[in-house]
């Protein structure tokens, strides 16, 4: 079978472990175009997990949390979501920069679990228009995407969400800031936020 899903390294392992059938067999499943299957997961997730690299392949991974929806499929084949105040050292977006392949990985754990993968290409939109419709966003990213999958996920824990973030951004709230920043060793270095729009007032931006 001719694929440029699975390189030498997928293959050497699959034929060590006499699972190059399956993983053929899986290959079928994956797609270019979101399903509706795959957007309602995406819009009804309040996290996911970002993998970067930079020029020279050195990879990086990142948590990414929000209110349901901060994650839209804005096209059959590309998603957006925001950047939102942090510490500053921007080692995601960074990697975009340098090197716009990026990997999501969505989860569900509470009631039926459920894994999706998408891979793609990413760029920074500063001037986005859904700027002007994203509590708390700072700046946008898009990711063109190139393959979508969902994953076995037999391994994933069923967990129950307690209570979202307190510094999840919210509408007609004042964004709250971390503990850390007010410690004596980074108070001096502490960066200024943007502005974004907060859903009481105009937007700031277009």
Known sequence: MNTTFYHRGNRALQDQFESRRIADRLETIARTEFSEGDQELIEESIFFFLATADDEGQPDCSFK?????????????????????????????????????VALLFIAMDGAPHRLRVLGDARIVPD????????????????????????????????????PSRFTPRAGCQPVEPEWKDMDYFRDAIHPRQPTWSGDEAPPRG
């Open 128 to 163: 986005d228009p859904l700027l002007r419709h994203t509590v708390g966003a700072q700046i946008m990213i898009r990711v063109d995407v190139r393959v979508i999958f969902p994953n076995c996920p037999r391994y994933i824990p069923t967990l129950s969400v307690v209570a």
């Open 65 to 101: 949390g929000g209110p349901p929806g901060f994650v839209r499929v804005t096209g059959p084949s590309e998603l957006a979501f925001p950047d939102y105040d942090g510490n500053g050292m921007f080692r995601s977006l960074g990697n975009v920069l340098v090197n716009p392949q």
